[in-house]
């Protein structure tokens, strides 16, 4: 095996996990209706939702902005809980709510700062100094969609893609983080 | 060629894709002259050497459609706004004009 193989190779495999104990919401602001559609979130979350790219914890439900009006609603699996019927019930004639689970995956890195390669990758600055925790990033690499946030509390780094795609892109964080 | 997107920020154009001048506006299809207007809203186009709106839409990114006005000569990006911003200030005008 070469020496850069072995540099590949998922040494803190631990390090990236694939978020499957999570349900992923989209809610996007019906035309008109951004600011009782704040009032109502505030109201449910505590929390306003982000205009700008961040992300906010209220709760254990983590916000994520995912472009003009629309965010992402990241919430821990419950049994007996169907948290996309909760938000569609909440929002509903606000916004489009949308149940997203079955078509993101998202990959965690924990790590409080990216590795060199993964700071290279993307067209975005990863430096501590521009992209602090609770940003957000919507961007691409080779071709592929992804949203990335840092964890509110800095812990470490979601990638969002489509799961069509989520072996590929698994496959090259696996690459990129080591 | 970078572009600053109003939300997202500083870009690197493989995220944007364009669609061309940002100054046409669709006529009115009841007006006595509607078939030149629709011509000219179709096929007409200046050949701009210099500063020109042009509409970008930021597929890789935040989905937003931008009119970014860039001098063509040398791909300076002198202004960004959102798209709907602008439709939003010209239907305001155009309201005022009325």
Redo the contacts between chains.
């Keep these: 095996m070469s020496e850069l193989a072995n540099h590949t190779k998922t040494a803190r495999a631990s390090d990236l996990i694939e978020r499957n104990d999570v349900t992923v919401t989209n809610i996007a602001a019906r035309r008109g209706a951004r600011a009782s559609l704040d009032e109502l979130a505030r109201a449910t979350f505590g929390v306003s939702l982000p205009s700008?790219?961040k992300a906010v914890e209220a709760g254990g439900t983590l916000i994520v902005w995912a472009?003009?009006d629309q965010w992402l609603i990241i919430q821990k699996e419950e049994t007996g809980r169907d948290h996309y019927s909760e938000l569609a019930k909440t929002f509903n004639g606000l916004a489009s709510v949308i149940d997203v689970t079955e078509s993101r995956t998202i990959f965690r890195i924990s790590q409080a700062r990216p590795s060199p390669v993964l700071s290279r990758s993307m067209?975005?600055d990863f430096h501590d100094a521009a992209f602090k925790p609770g940003d957000v990033?919507?961007?691409?690499v080779s071709?592929l969609?992804v949203i990335v946030w840092r964890l509110p509390d800095g812990t470490a780094y979601d990638f969002a893609c489509a799961r069509t795609y989520s072996r590929d892109f698994g496959d090259w964080l696996r690459k990129a983080k080591a | 060629m970078r572009i600053n997107c109003p939300?997202?920020?500083l870009?690197?154009n493989?995220?944007f894709s364009y669609l061309g001048d940002a100054s046409v506006v669709r006529p009115d299809p009841a007006a006595p002259n509607a078939t030149e207007a629709f011509y000219a809203f179709g096929y007409e186009r200046a050949n701009i050497a210099g500063p020109m709106q042009e509409l970008w839409y930021h597929a890789?990114?935040?989905?937003?459609w931008l009119v970014v006005t860039r001098d063509t000569r040398n791909h300076e990006i002198l202004d960004v706004k959102?798209a709907?911003e602008v439709a939003l200030e010209r239907q305001k005008a155009a309201g005022t004009a009325q």
Excluded at chain 1, 137 to 140: G, N, P, V, Y
């Design positions: 700008t790219p472009g003009p067209g975005i990033a919507i961007t691409h071709h969609g | 939300h997202c920020g870009r690197s493989d995220e890789a990114g935040c989905h937003a959102s709907q």
